[in-house]
């Protein structure tokens, strides 16, 4: 079987390039992305796009990530998770003087729980809880929680809740194509099958 020809820059198949909304925006965090190794052969993942939207981004694909290799000495005062914990608290409330990565997961559910599971590390890190204000646009991929955000719609939140002088939805337009490509390619009515609203 041949492989689809993809394009040089967004790495994505021809026919669903993304580099007419793509766009890249700086960030004063480095932006650390921990990806399962089963999300990174999924086609539909958002974390690619994360990765070349935010200047600097790092998209690392495993189950087991060292934080000193990764972060450097000192990586508990420098690093912050977003993730729903029980004592997460919100960018408002985060003492940020000495931050300068931030970590999001990449994965299913389940997926998530194993790398924190993996990864004990993880717990030592302050976490932010991230403020939605709107419910995911995911359309392709189901969550088992009502406030279920991909990847990359994460990444935005905390990013404008961190950042509050940038917009970060800036990215999600390549996001939001995927989707309707993907949508597209399978037809109205599967879709509806598949994905009832």
Same mark, same amino acid.
């Given at each position: ?104 997961? +990449? !994965?299913?559910?389940?997926?998530? @729980?194993?790398?924190?599971? #993996? =990864?004990?590390?993880?717990? /030592?890190?302050?976490?932010? *809880? ?16 009502? +406030? !279920?955000?991909?990847?990359?719609? @994460?990444?935005?939140?905390? #990013? =404008?809740?961190?950042?509050? /002088?940038?917009?970060?939805? *800036? ?27």
């Amino acid at each position: 079987m041949t492989k689809r020809a993809a394009c040089a820059d967004c790495e994505r198949p021809l026919k669903t390039c993304l580099c007419d909304v793509l766009v890249s925006m700086a960030c004063p965090y480095r932006v650390v992305i921990l990806q399962d190794e089963k999300e990174a052969k999924h086609a539909l993942s958002s974390a690619p796009i994360l990765e070349k939207s935010i200047v600097g981004a790092v998209r690392l694909v495993g189950e087991y990530f060292d934080p000193l290799s990764i972060l450097g000495p000192d990586w508990r005062a420098e690093a912050v998770l977003v993730f729903p914990a029980e004592n997460a608290v919100t960018a408002d409330q985060l003492e940020r003087k000495d931050i300068k990565n931030i970590i999001l997961l +990449d !994965g299913t559910w389940r997926k998530v @729980a194993r790398l924190m599971y #993996l =990864n004990s590390w993880l717990a /030592e890190l302050p976490c932010v *809880a991230i403020q939605a204000t709107k419910t995911s646009q995911y359309k392709i991929r189901k969550s088992p929680r009502q +406030d !279920g955000l991909s990847t990359i719609e @994460a990444a935005v939140a905390a #990013l =404008n809740g961190l950042v509050p /002088e940038s917009d970060y939805s *800036a990215i999600l337009p390549a996001f939001y194509k995927m989707i309707d490509l993907q949508i597209e390619a399978m037809g109205a009515e599967t879709y509806q099958k598949n994905y009832p609203s």
